[in-house]
């Protein structure tokens, strides 16, 4: 082949398709026909790729290297003319899968240089950093100089990502003909590419990480929720004591504004979180590790919450047993929300302040759109820490998740109480039981939720302080607050067919967690070997086969099979128990469409492929 640019055997670097990353790849051979080279990746993908998205690796490092020799900051962001640069856009994902392709490739082959050249892929342009530099006529000139580029090359591009169809046409992506060797590359290089993902976010984020994007209708959006949410908490809980509970009650008579406060419930909250803030500090259980931050860092995580349910259920059956009345729960629900608002509160202003000052690598990319309001909401700072204290994993794994326990339970009392009865209802009961399982089961597995999206990518803020100390404990116990007043009995057949529901919903979300959990700790797991898999070229593989091939989340199904039979247990006669299985469906719909959009920005054409072999989202056939 003497014309050929590339030969057989050859080391270069090669776009991944419908993204803008560039990894190491050889040359396998050429297809004078298609015009086509074909090339493999290191994780053993094949694809064919065409010329232009081929760059030989001598130059691909000559131009990192000098780019970030010669050219200070500033002028680094505008001219760089990595190969990174040929796919920019006028947006700072471009920016992120650009610098990501830089440091993504060095790992791999230089080892501990990654971290070292973090820094250079910050010579990755950065659009919306438009700030004038030295020389004005040089900025111009640079200006044209991105914008035609930007219409010459960008264009074809994000056609592709657009329809992936095309995008899938135009590359031809293989599986590795030994798809074990491929599990036990995985398996080895699975730390350096999280590590190098992390580098490669710290680039992107530069010294100011700025948002990608404004979520939850952005500014406007991020003022009327931080106003609607207590509003609609209020809401819920005014209708719930009522006889008849009705959307249609709208607006609700205010009680007089004195019975929304009371210093003693205030006390009761503050008493509560100290207790759950005490058990969390001490030293046992497991410290586990937090994903790799972009300031290269990796948190350290006391997962002792097991511990924390198991004590704070003794403690509180120790209470009764001395004759506390645990029914107060239940008769100063307005109190005990207010003063649970307030801390909320006080807690994101406290946040909000504290990010100011806070180093940029410990911003979350979210949160930061420089908007007060929206960055209050959304949340600033990725992981808020007093010393060792994590306030995000705390307030998401502890106050409000076991005062949902507990509140269920002072229900329990509140019903047998009102209603005069011996013990709790069987209504009642299911309720309890289920959502007891639920939390025991996510405190038992705690050390999954270091890598959910919350936690690994939101900002800590109002949005996230309100969810876990307000909204969490005073509407998802909403159910066991409905039976109180309005009883429900059940049959048999019926009970038996709420708690058939209810296994098979938490058999789907637990088994599907567990595989995924067990497939990204150890891809080359003897227990996994019957799976299928699609190799991506980020090193990880996508499971294709057994629950992530049903679907593409199945754990949501079965969350969301466990939520109606939470539901179930109140009956068809008023919406107000529902609430959360239509909350719910809101919420995962719209997770999943914002995991979507990671996967595919991750992943590029091999989540296209997986999204083409299982079709469905969350539901068979359905949705
Ligand atoms: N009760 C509530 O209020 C509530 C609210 C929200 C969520 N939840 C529950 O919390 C749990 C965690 O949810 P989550 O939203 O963080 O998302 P998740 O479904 O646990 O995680 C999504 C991630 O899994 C990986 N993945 C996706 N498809 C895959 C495949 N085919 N093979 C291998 N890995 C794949 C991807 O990450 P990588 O490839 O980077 O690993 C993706 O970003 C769920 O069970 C959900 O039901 C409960
Ligand atoms: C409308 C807003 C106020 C929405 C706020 C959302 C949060 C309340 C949720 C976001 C992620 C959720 C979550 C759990 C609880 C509720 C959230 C914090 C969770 C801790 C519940 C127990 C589960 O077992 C879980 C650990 C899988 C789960 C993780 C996600």
Redesign the pocket.
């Given at each position: 082949m003497p014309s050929l640019k590339y030969q057989p055997g050859e080391k270069v670097m090669g776009r991944w398709p419908g993204s803008s990353l560039y990894y190491e790849v050889k040359v396998l051979g050429f297809d004078s026909k298609s015009r086509l080279y074909t090339v493999i990746y290191k994780d053993g993908t094949e694809l064919e790729l065409k010329e232009q998205d081929i760059i030989s690796y001598l130059s691909f490092q000559a131009r990192t290297r000098s780019r970030s020799n010669s050219r200070s900051p500033g002028r680094r962001r505008s001219r760089s003319r990595s190969p990174a640069r040929t796919t920019r856009r006028s947006s700072s994902r471009t920016a992120a899968a650009a610098s990501a392709a830089i440091t993504e490739s060095a790992p791999s082959s230089h080892g501990d240089a990654k971290l070292k050249r973090a820094p250079e892929v910050k010579l990755s342009p950065l659009p919306q950093e438009k700030k004038p530099t030295e020389n004005s006529s040089n900025n111009k000139h640079e200006k044209k100089e991105e914008n035609n580029t930007a219409s010459k090359e960008i264009q074809p591009d994000a056609k592709a990502e657009a329809d992936p169809e095309k995008n899938l046409g135009r590359y031809n992506l293989r599986r590795r003909k030994d798809d074990g060797e491929a599990k036990a590359a995985e398996a080895k290089t699975e730390q350096q590419v999280k590590e190098a993902k992390a580098s490669a976010a710290l680039a992107v984020t530069g010294p100011t990480p700025a948002s990608p994007r404004l979520d939850f209708g952005g500014k406007i959006g991020a003022f009327f929720w931080t106003l609607f949410l207590p509003a609609w908490v209020l809401f819920l809980l005014l209708q719930v004591n009522r006889k008849d509970p009705s959307l249609a009650n709208f607006p609700p008579p205010l009680p007089p504004l004195q019975s929304f406060w009371d210093p003693q419930a205030l006390g009761f909250v503050v008493l509560w979180i100290l207790f759950q803030a005490l058990l969390y500090v001490l030293p046992v259980g497991k410290l586990s590790e937090g994903v790799l931050l972009r300031s290269g860092r990796r948190l350290k995580y006391r997962t002792n919450g097991f511990f924390a349910v198991l004590v704070s259920a003794a403690v509180v059956a120790a209470a009764v047993y001395q004759g506390a009345d645990l029914t107060y729960i239940h008769s100063h629900f307005l109190q005990l929300t207010t003063a649970s608002f307030l801390i909320a509160m006080l807690l994101s202003i406290y946040l909000y302040v504290r990010s100011r000052s806070t180093s940029p690598d410990e911003r979350a990319l979210g949160g930061n759109s420089g908007n007060m309001i929206y960055d209050f909401f959304k949340g600033r700072e990725l992981n808020p820490r007093i010393k060792e204290f994590d306030l995000k994993f705390f307030c998401e794994m502890r106050p409000g998740l076991i005062g949902w326990c507990l509140i269920n339970f002072a229900m329990a009392l509140a019903e047998m109480k009102q209603q005069k009865l011996d013990a709790p209802s069987s209504s009642m009961i299911l309720v309890n039981v289920f959502q007891l399982l639920?939390v025991v089961d996510g405190l038992w597995n705690e050390e999954?939720i270091l890598?959910?999206?919350?936690l690994m990518h939101d900002g800590f803020g109002y949005m996230l302080a309100f969810g876990d100390l307000v909204w969490?404990p005073f509407t998802?116990t909403l159910q066991a607050h409905y039976l109180v007043s309005h009883p429900n009995p059940l049959s048999l057949p019926v009970l038996s067919a709420i708690v058939t529901l209810k296994l098979v919903g938490f058999y789907i979300?637990r088994k599907?967690?567990s595989e995924?959990n067990a497939?990204?700790r150890n891809p080359s797991d003897p227990s996994l070997s019957h799976l299928k898999?699609i190799p991506t070229a980020t090193g990880?593989?996508?499971?294709?086969s057994g629950w992530?091939g049903v679907v593409?989340?199945p754990?949501?199904l079965?969350?969301l099979i466990m939520a109606l039979a939470w539901s179930l247990p109140c009956g068809f006669s008023h919406i107000l128990p529902w609430f959360y299985m239509i909350y719910?469906i809101i919420?995962?719909v719209h997770?999943d469409s914002r995991?979507m959009n990671?996967?595919r920005r991750?992943?590029g054409s091999a989540w296209d492929e997986?999204c083409r072999t299982?079709r469905y989202r969350i539901i068979p056939r359905v949705y």
């Open positions: 639920y999954a890598t959910t999206m919350d969490v998802y979300f599907s967690n995924k497939f990204r898999t990880k593989s996508l499971l294709v992530w593409r989340h754990n949501y079965g969350d719910f919420l995962l997770r995991d990671e996967c991750k992943y997986y299982v």
